[in-house]
Structure formats: C-alpha cells, structure tokens
C-alpha cells in the first residue's frame, strides 16, 4: 500500500491482546503518515493495578504478528490463531484489517516490580488504509470460555468494516470464525453490547488486490 492515495496518507497499526485471568495486556504500534505513536497496558489482578504508557515513537517497542517486546515490560511471543480479511470502502478510498483470533500469548510482563508469567488467549489485528480525516468506531475483542467449556474469542465493532455482510465481526469457536449479524453498544458509558449468535457457515469472499470502490466490501478467512 502506497504512502498516499487519493490525497490521503497511509495508516496503519499493530495491535495486540491477551486476555488472562490473573493478568490481562495490550501493545500497539500506529503509524499515520510519517508520524509515529505506541503504547501498552498490563493489568495486574492480584495487585488490582493498571499500568501503562503511551509515547510518540516506537522506540524500544516491537509488536507484531508474532512477538511483542517492550524494554524492561512485556516478552511475548504470540502464535496460531485463524485469520479473517477484511477489505471495505471508506469514503473514496478504502482501508484493509485482518484478525487473527484464537491466538496464544506467552511470554512474560514485568509491572510494578512483580514478574507475572503470562500465557493466555489474545487477539492480533493488523491494519491499514485511508481512512477520512474525521474516523470513529466503537470496538470490543476480547476472549473466555463457553459454558460448555469451549474456547471463544470475538472482534466486535460498529464504525468500520461493519457491512451488513463481509464485515470483521467475527466470534471465534474453539478456533473457528463465524462472522455474526451487526451489533449494538450501549450508550455513554456502557461496557455492554448485544449480538446475535454465530451462525454455522462463515463467509470467504476473497480479498481484491486493490479499492474494492464504493459499495463493495471483500472478507476472506484462512
């Protein structure tokens, strides 16, 4: 993807999430244009304390597909996982996400003074596009287990690749996606959103290689 497009610079970023019981984190590195931003997150249950730290440049932090390294805070490594691809219009130009579900985070988080061993269920996303100058979406991923006792994890999100159909909402089942109908989140303030069960079949349009065009929306998983 070229720095610019249609007068709009590339953005783009790297998330990652682990979401344990004793111990839930986040990094990411985004970049608009030439600018940089990072940060991270760890919480400590035992301790009942957040820490984290935001900075105008990713120096002495790497997060990636695979690994998630912050000098002297987070060693990670992060694998398997199944991806689902998204390609959607936004506005004349177009942006592009990919979510890696049912992943593994291991590794280590020094926060605090205390070592915590991490080894628990995370969500990656990737993405990049040209996204308007004014771009606002409410998202919730996260990961746990069924009543039956089944792996679950979601990508959940109103704003952005939100299509009726092809969109990134997706509920991971014992590693398996299901892409789900459209979702609702609460008002100012609410933690909560509703949703309608996975259904059976997941959707595998393949991806174009370039702008999808007004109108069109491309999801592929694998």
């Known amino acids: 993807m070229p720095a610019w497009r249609g007068g709009r610079p590339l953005k783009r970023w790297t998330w990652v999430g682990a ?12 970049r608009i244009g ?3 931003a990072a940060w991270w997150a ?12 935001s900075a105008r440049s990713a120096r002495g932090i790497e997060v990636t ?3 998630v390294r912050v000098a ?7 694998r398997g996982g199944r991806a689902v691809e998204v390609v959607s219009p936004h506005g004349r130009q177009y942006a ?19 070592e915590l061993a991490v080894d628990a269920p995370g969500l990656v996303d990737e993405s990049a596009g040209y996204h308007a100058r004014h771009t606002a979406w409410r998202w919730s991923a996260g990961a746990g287990v069924t009543e039956s006792g ?9 704003g952005l690749h939100d299509a009726p159909q092809a969109s990134e ?22 933690r909560t959103c509703s949703w309608s069960a996975p259904t059976t079949s997941s959707r595998s349009a393949r991806s174009p290689a370039g702008c999808p065009g007004p109108g069109g929306c491309a999801r592929a998983s694998g």
């Open 150 to 158: 089944r792996p679950v994890a979601w990508n959940l999100v109103a």
């Open 42 to 53: 760890v919480w400590d249950r035992a301790a009942g304390r957040l820490f984290e730290r």
């Open 19 to 30: 979401f344990g019981r004793d111990v839930m984190l986040c990094a990411a590195v985004v």
């Open 169 to 190: 909402r997706t509920v991971w089942v014992a590693g398996e996606p299901h892409e789900i109908g459209p979702v609702r989140f609460g008002g100012r303030g609410a």
């Open 34 to 36: 030439p600018a940089t």
């Open 96 to 114: 592009w996400t990919r979510k890696h579900g049912g992943a593994r985070v291991r590794g280590t988080a020094t926060a605090g003074g205390r």
């Open 65 to 67: 597909v695979g690994r």
């Open 72 to 78: 002297g805070v987070l060693d990670l490594e992060v």
